[in-house]
């Protein structure tokens, strides 16, 4: 084989290996070129090691292809500070073939630990090639100062930038999320509320979703059903989202038995190539936020026989798709199934998700302006800015509701105002006023920081002593 012979033979090989995970191809062939010698190595013919991947690798506690057993052992050359050279053996991973060596040079890259960090984080998902192989030098893969040099040089020699043709929006000037709504007609019904269909509430939410997305700049939503009744098999929704960055099926979940009021958390499951594995966990926890959950938002990456567990990311994974299923906590619990049943509460939830969504793809909002005031729903009281933000986590001097008097008042995380008594971080007291009416909400005492008021509240007579 010649040069161009060898990366013809790579090419379908790595093009395979990002359905384990994300990593271009380009870089990929280059650095079996760079530590094979083109495929004329030692390891390269004697044991399908062209990536020089020793036994011993990171802890060897990443997900691995390898046996485990195999080894090839090889004197290599090692220089001491002196600069002399002595020759020590070692054992390198033998692989009954190639591709073997590929997918686990892939996982090796996706997977492998510095302390409690990825070692090369950031790789997977990289669509710049000088970025990947920076980042690949970076996580200690190379000792050799010119490595991302002679990566970027093989990359450009042979136009290996074809190989990273796939459907991930490189180079896309929009941003196309492609939203499924996990079930069809009345699908799921709940045991804790008769109510209650997990297909409506996708439905209702994937509709909410797709219209706050489209309140940013330079994104297009595309979805998987015309219709609430229209039924479409798992796998062609997922491989609808080809030329999309990302792919999401709406859920609530259902534990196995009828009711476990116990059991309340989200969770995304993510592809097991990785490539939705940050914006699942971010979803994961923004969902975690406004539903306060009791258990917290986690990710998992779920395989099955032939790759992905989920046949909805299957779909999306085959045609080059970053994809999740997002689950919106448990519809087998009372509390999270009549908050799902609001339709206010699944207004906050899809601008909340569809703010994480944004901010992980740089988007900027279209201008809109709202009427600024106060607004309530079964919750309680949240206020509006123009803008449409909300105070949340924080204390904002505002007009009354009603009235025209400025007072201090208190959100809390999620954006609802406070009443009652609160102490601050520096141990006083204060008092949000509990009355119905005009002053409810209002910092009733203020010094002259502002809101934080010195009496001490007595919380059995519930009043604030002067
Ligand atoms: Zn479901």
Request: overall charge negative.
């Amino acid at each position: 084989m010649n040069k161009e012979e060898f990366i013809e033979y790579m090419a379908p090989m790595a093009t395979a290996a990002i359905n384990y995970a994300l990593i271009l191809p380009s870089v990929t062939i280059a650095q079996a070129c760079l530590e094979s010698a083109y495929g004329t190595s030692d390891l390269a013919v004697n044991a399908h090691n062209v990536f020089g991947m020793k036994a011993e690798l990171s802890g060897n506690t990443w997900p691995s292809a390898w046996d485990g057993t195999s080894i090839y052992t090889k004197k290599s050359p090692e220089q001491d500070e002196q600069g002399n050279t002595t020759y020590l053996e070692s054992d390198f991973r033998r692989y009954p073939d190639v591709q073997q060596s590929v997918i686990d040079h892939t996982l090796y890259l996706a997977g492998a630990m510095k302390g409690s960090e990825l070692r090369y984080k950031g790789l997977v998902g990289e669509l710049s090639y000088r970025k990947a192989a920076q980042i690949i030098k970076d996580g200690g893969y190379a000792t050799d100062i010119n490595y991302v040099d002679k990566i970027c040089s093989i990359i450009e020699t042979y136009d290996l930038t074809l190989y990273d043709v796939f459907g991930i929006g490189a180079g896309n000037k929009m941003t196309k999320i492609c939203i499924d709504a996990g079930h069809y007609g009345k699908y799921n019904q709940s045991p804790c509320n008769s109510a209650y269909y997990e297909s409506d509430m996708v439905w209702k939410l994937h509709l909410l979703l797709k219209k706050h997305l489209e309140e940013y700049n330079g994104v297009e939503i595309i979805t998987t059903r015309p219709n609430q009744e229209t039924d479409r098999v798992l796998y062609d929704r997922g491989a609808a989202s080809k030329g999309c960055n990302l792919f999401i099926s709406l859920h609530s979940n259902a534990t196995a038995s009828a009711k476990r009021e116990s059991i309340d958390y989200p969770a995304a499951y993510c592809a097991i190539n990785h490539s939705a594995d940050e914006i699942g966990l971010k979803l994961a926890k923004c969902v975690e936020m406004v539903m306060q959950t009791q258990q917290e938002g986690h990710i998992e990456n779920v395989p099955g026989k032939n790759g992905d567990y989920y046949g909805v990311v299957r779909g999306a994974t085959a045609v080059g798709t970053p994809g999740l299923i997002l689950e919106h906590s448990f519809h087998t619990n009372s509390r999270s199934t009549a908050w799902l049943m609001d339709d206010g509460n699944l207004e906050r939830l899809a601008e909340a998700e569809a703010a994480v969504i944004a901010e992980h793809y740089g988007l900027t909002k279209k201008q809109t302006s709202y009427i600024p005031g106060w607004y309530s729903d079964d919750i309680g009281w949240w206020y509006r800015n123009e803008d449409g933000s909300y105070p949340a986590g924080t204390w904002a001097w505002l007009h009354e509701a009603t009235g025209d008097t400025w007072a201090w008042y208190l959100f809390d995380e999620r954006g609802y105002m406070l009443k009652g008594a609160h102490r601050a971080p520096d141990g006083r007291l204060f008092y949000l006023c509990e009355d119905p009416g005009i002053n409810e909400g209002k910092c009733m005492v203020t010094d002259d920081q502002g809101a934080l008021q010195i009496a001490e509240y007595d919380t059995v007579a519930k009043r604030y002593l002067i």
